[in-house]
């Protein structure tokens, strides 16, 4: 099975500043996705912003952009202007449709938004 | 279109008794996902439909749990006998199709406590 790894369990951001979640994954594919998805204190997921792998243009969304390097498996998500909704746990996932199209998450990263 | 719905959000059982959740997808949305997910982990893929029909399981779906999708709308996830150990949030999502690329939408999950 695929690994989704998020090294860091917790981040703290100044409100309006800016930070980055980390995100690596270990795969032999080459055709897949990366999703970021957000998960707010007892609220459902809600999709942040995807990935193809085979585009090279980074996906950016509002405030939320990511740094996606295909050769490092790497897929960090940068929130900018951070404000106090975007206090929420945030997971990584890869899926592929050689793995039936299911989601692997990573542990996720617990972000507080400080005022 | 109100999303993906769970029933019920909370449930508290005794070790041994039998439970059953239920999901309701978005309409028209051909794929639907269970995944569980416990305290300090990210979501992991229980089993999914393609209409009715269920066409992938997880090694973690145990013969004591049993999905059904009857016809292809809802879906209900039966734990048989519960463990301790069955204690979890259980989230259900859905997919318009079955494009790697498709956002899954999830439900709010049914959080099962064990006694």
């Known amino acids: 099975a695929q690994t989704v790894t998020q090294s860091q369990p917790e981040m703290s951001v100044q409100e309006a500043e800016t930070v980055t979640l980390s995100c690596t994954y270990d795969t032999s594919e080459s055709d897949y996705y990366l999703f970021w998805y957000k998960q707010p204190p007892s609220r459902q997921m809600i999709l942040v912003i995807r990935q193809e792998a085979y585009k090279q243009q980074n996906a950016t969304e509002n405030r939320f952009s990511v740094n996606f390097q295909k050769a490092a498996k790497s897929f960090s998500l940068k929130i900018s202007d951070s404000q106090l909704g975007d206090a929420a746990m945030y997971f990584c996932?890869?899926?592929?449709?050689?793995?039936?199209?299911?989601?692997?998450f990573g542990t996720g990263t617990s972000l507080t938004v400080i005022p | 279109d109100t999303g993906v719905s769970q029933d019920p959000r909370h449930k508290i059982t005794k070790r041994g008794q039998n439970v059953t959740f239920r999901c309701d997808p978005i309409?028209?949305?051909?794929?639907l996902y269970w995944y569980r997910q416990t305290l300090g982990q990210g979501p992991e893929f229980l089993t999914y439909f393609q209409n009715e029909a269920q066409l992938e399981k997880s090694r973690l779906l145990s013969d004591r749990f049993s999905a059904e999708r009857p016809k292809g709308s809802f879906s209900t996830l039966e734990i048989q006998r519960t463990e301790q150990g069955d204690s979890a949030m259980y989230l259900c999502?859905?997919?318009?199709?079955?494009?790697?690329?498709?956002?899954?939408?999830f439900g709010p999950g049914t959080r099962l406590t064990v006694l």
């Open positions: 999502a859905s997919s318009p199709n079955a494009l790697a690329g498709d956002t899954q939408y």
């Open positions: 309409s028209e949305h051909n794929r």
């Open positions: 996932a890869y899926r592929s449709p050689n793995t039936g199209n299911q989601f692997y």
